[in-house]
């Protein structure tokens, strides 16, 4: 995708939170809402508007799985 390693890890992390918040029987929205917002505050400085489409469109399709 094109994105720094740092904020690669940066963004690896948050998904390891969330993953370890579902196994442990929570819910993965709020995690994937503050995922959302913490990418938007990358944007336009360390991320295109169109890695942020793409990332959403991730979030996205996780969402649609697990209905929030």
Do not use: H, W, Y
């Not at 969330?18 to 917002?37: E, F, M, Q, V, Y």
């Not at 505050?41 to 169109?50: M, N, R």
């Amino acid at each position: 995708m094109g994105l720094t390693a740092g904020l690669t890890t940066q963004l690896q992390n948050s998904i390891t939170k969330i993953s370890k918040t579902t196994r442990n029987g929570g819910g993965p929205c709020a995690g994937l809402d503050a995922l959302k917002s913490q990418i938007t505050s990358f944007v336009p400085g360390k991320v295109t508007t169109a890695q942020r489409d793409q990332l959403f469109a991730s979030i996205d399709a996780i969402k649609a799985e697990n209905p929030c």
